[in-house]
Antibody, heavy 121, light 110 residues
Framework: QLQLQESGPGLVKPSETLSLTCTVSGGSISSSSYYWGWIRQPPAKGLEWIGLIFYSGSTYYTPSLKSRVTMSVDTSKNQFSLSLSSVTAADTAVYYC?????????????WGQGTLVTVSP | QSALTQPASVSASPGQSITISCTGTSSDVGSYNLVSWYQQHPGKAPKLIISEVSKRPSGVSNRFSGSKSGNTASLTISGLQAEDEADYYCCSYAGSTTRVFGGGTKLTVL
């Protein structure tokens, strides 16, 4: 059974960089059948797609965050990561990592449990 | 890239049916049959319940069904049960490998 687990600091200061890692177990991140993504959810608000990364390192970001987001992948560790720079209180959210079926399937079929990141001095 | 539009809330009694709409544009919902739906219970991660507009993943109840017409996708839940009370989100492919979510709909089972 595939599992995804987010990890990283739960508290980040304003103007600093938020860094999270998603560890994939029970399956290989190096499959051409999937993309790996980040989605966030501010408290009491809806889901926001942040971006996707392919095992080859190709990345795709939402336009509104593109200038501050960097995603990377480490196939040797079966992990992928998210960096969000110059954070403000508006970046406070539960951050989820998820697997996206590529091709015609195109849905997020496995999700991590989510990790709350608070931006505060 | 704007969020897809969903009603903020819907409610119905057990046994009844409800439909949640998800309205996008000709750049996302209207151009691709790649709309998915997710169910999220409080404090939990979203769960995929519909992919490619109308396909149910293994293990998802056949009380859940999806459809699309033009720029609007819809999720229908029939025979409402108490356990269906949750937030529901649509998501669409929006070109160039990007995705966009709807604002979410809170379903209350009365």
């Amino acid at each position: 059974q595939l599992q995804l687990q987010e990890s990283g600091p739960g508290l980040v200061k304003p103007s600093e960089t938020l860094s999270l890692t998603c560890t994939v177990s029970g399956g290989s991140i190096s499959s051409s059948s999937y993309y790996w993504g980040w989605i966030r959810q501010p408290p009491a608000k809806g889901l926001e797609w942040i971006g996707l990364i392919f095992y080859s390192g190709s990345t795709y970001y939402t336009p509104s965050l593109k200038s501050r987001v960097t995603m990377s992948v480490d196939t040797s560790k079966n992990q992928f990561s998210l960096s969000l720079s110059s954070v403000t209180a508006a970046d406070t959210a539960v951050y989820y990592c998820a697997r996206l079926i590529s091709g015609s399937g195109s849905a997020f079929d496995y999700w991590g449990q989510g990790t709350l990141v608070t931006v505060s001095p | 890239q704007s969020a897809l539009t969903q009603p903020a809330s819907v409610s119905a009694s057990p046994g009844q049916s409800i439909t949640i709409s998800c309205t996008g544009t000709s750049s996302d919902v209207g151009s691709y049959n790649l709309v998915s739906w997710y169910q999220q219970h409080p404090g939990k991660a979203p769960k995929l319940i519909i992919s490619e507009v109308s396909k149910r993943p293994s293990g998802v109840s056949n009380r859940f069904s999806g459809s699309k017409s033009g720029n609007t996708a819809s999720l229908t839940i029939s025979g409402l049960q108490a356990e269906d009370e949750a937030d529901y989100y649509c998501c669409s492919y929006a070109g160039s490998t990007t995705r966009v979510f709807g604002g979410g709909t809170k379903l209350t089972v009365l």
